[in-house]
Structures are given as structure tokens and as C-alpha cells.
């Protein structure tokens, strides 16, 4: 993104569809959010637009019709988001952020012995870091 821009919920929607499918005219992102979303397909088309203008997404033409990709990683939005959560919610704190999410139940309690894997494979790499 070019400014670091928080994404709303249907921009959020509209990007994972064209994650998914690498590209797409704005007919099949509307088709794929209708179900849930019941939007018209010119809201649609507004979005992928305003997307563009922020840097979101690009497009080419096909014939008549505007072929729309990400033209930024699922993995950097999700970094900015996060961030801008702990921040505005945990005051930079993102230990808070885990107690969180481990105390109100949001983590399951099998997945907190993958998420123990992930740490002590983290303090391994860390410390092969230091002894350079």
C-alpha cells in the first residue's frame, strides 16, 4: 500500500478474492462476494476503483472489460492491520494482544502447542543470531 492505509471490511473481502484468484473482471469479484455481501455490482466497481487509487490494485484491459490483481501481498496487509491493532487497542503491547486472545478463548487450546513450537523455534533462531 502505498500509505499505510487500513483496509475496510469490504475492501478487505474484495482483496481476498482477487488473493485467491490471482485476477479477476469486476463481474466475477461481485459474483463472489453476492452471496454474502448482496451488493450491486457498481459498488463493486467503486471499491476496485478507490483500491486502485490507494494502490491496492491494478488492472489491464481485456477487450471492454478491466481485468483487476493485487498489486500488494496478503502477508503486508495483514502486518499493517495487526499493528495498527496493537497499537490503537494494546498500546504497542502485543504480549498483551496473546494474553488476550489466549484468556477470552479466541486460541484454541490444541493450537497453543503449535504456537509454543513457533516461539521456541523463534528464541533458537534468535540465539544462532547472537553467537555470529
Known amino acids: 500500500m502505498k500509505r499505510k492505509r487500513q483496509l475496510g471490511d469490504l475492501q478487505l473481502a474484495i482483496m481476498r478474492v482477487l488473493w485467491e484468484r490471482g485476477e479477476a473482471p469486476a463481474i466475477e469479484?461481485?459474483?463472489a462476494l453476492f452471496e454474502e455481501r448482496r451488493l450491486a455490482v457498481t459498488t463493486i466497481k467503486t471499491m476496485l476503483r478507490k483500491l486502485e487509487e490507494y494502490g491496492c490494485v491494478e488492472h489491464r484491459t481485456n477487450g471492454r472489460q478491466f481485468m483487476y490483481r493485487p498489486a500488494i501481498a496478503e502477508a503486508d496487509v495483514r502486518?499493517?492491520?495487526?499493528?495498527?491493532?496493537?497499537?490503537?487497542?494494546?498500546?504497542?503491547?502485543?504480549?498483551?494482544?496473546?494474553?488476550?486472545?489466549?484468556?477470552s478463548g479466541e486460541i484454541d487450546p490444541d493450537d497453543l502447542e503449535g504456537l509454543k513450537t513457533i516461539v521456541s523455534s523463534k528464541r533458537k533462531g534468535d540465539r544462532k543470531g547472537e553467537s555470529k
Open 29 to 31: 469479484v461481485h459474483e
Open 79 to 103: 502486518k499493517t492491520m495487526v499493528a495498527s491493532l496493537v497499537t490503537r487497542l494494546f498500546s504497542g503491547d502485543s504480549t498483551a494482544l496473546v494474553n488476550h486472545l489466549v484468556r
